[in-house]
């Protein structure tokens, strides 16, 4: 076979020079959205075309430079989705991550588009970490909904090799749902 999804990073050859001078790569959902951040003038993105970012991508967007990669996918619960499967993949490289939400939940291909760069750069800024991305929304959950919800979280926690960093994660984790570390 000639094209496996999960073994490349489409616009990574041309994200690299960029993202080694920024230290910073933007990683999108589709090729759509890399070629408008390219034409519009980002050229420190790349795309893991619509397919759940692996281990393999991870150890390919090493090569980038990259110590900050900046998740950015569509703005709908199939990109919330994305994001978290990216996280999983992700998170054993030690990355300093975060996750941008398009303005208006849009598709970042259609805001650079229709709104040019400034909006894109704003949300880029406004990036949220990636434990309060995960963390989003947990408090107004309860029962088996919560639960499902915590061993989510945990299990992209458990992704982090560092101990000292889960051990923080964890601690963090509890005190935003007022639960024990137990």
């Known amino acids: 076979d000639w094209f496996h999804k999960g073994t490349l990073v489409y616009g990574l050859d041309l994200a690299v020079k960029a993202s080694r001078k920024s230290r910073h790569l933007v990683l999108m959902e589709g090729y759509t959205d890399v070629i408008a ?13 619509g397919t759940s970012t692996t ?5 390919l967007l090493k090569r980038s430079g990259a110590q900050r990669i900046s998740l950015v996918f569509d703005g709908d619960n199939a990109g919330r989705e994305a994001a978290f499967k990216a996280l999983h993949g992700l998170l054993p490289e030690d990355y300093d991550m975060d996750v941008v939400q398009p303005p208006g939940g ?15 750069e704003e949300a880029l ?22 639960s ?3 061993d989510r979280v945990l299990s992209l926690i458990l992704r ?23």
């Open 106 to 120: 849009q598709d970042p291909c259609d805001v650079l588009m229709s709104q040019g760069l400034k909006p894109f």
């Open 160 to 182: 982090v090799k560092a101990p000292v960093h889960r051990q923080d994660l964890v601690r963090r984790l509890s005190e935003r749902l007022g639960m024990s570390l137990e």
């Open 37 to 49: 951040a390219h034409q519009k003038g980002l050229p420190n993105t790349a795309a893991v075309l």
């Open 125 to 146: 800024e406004g990036a949220s970490a990636w434990f309060d991305f995960v963390c989003e929304g947990l408090d107004e959950l309860h029962g088996n909904a919560l």
């Open 55 to 59: 281990e393999q991508h991870a150890k």
């Open 148 to 150: 499902q919800a915590v």
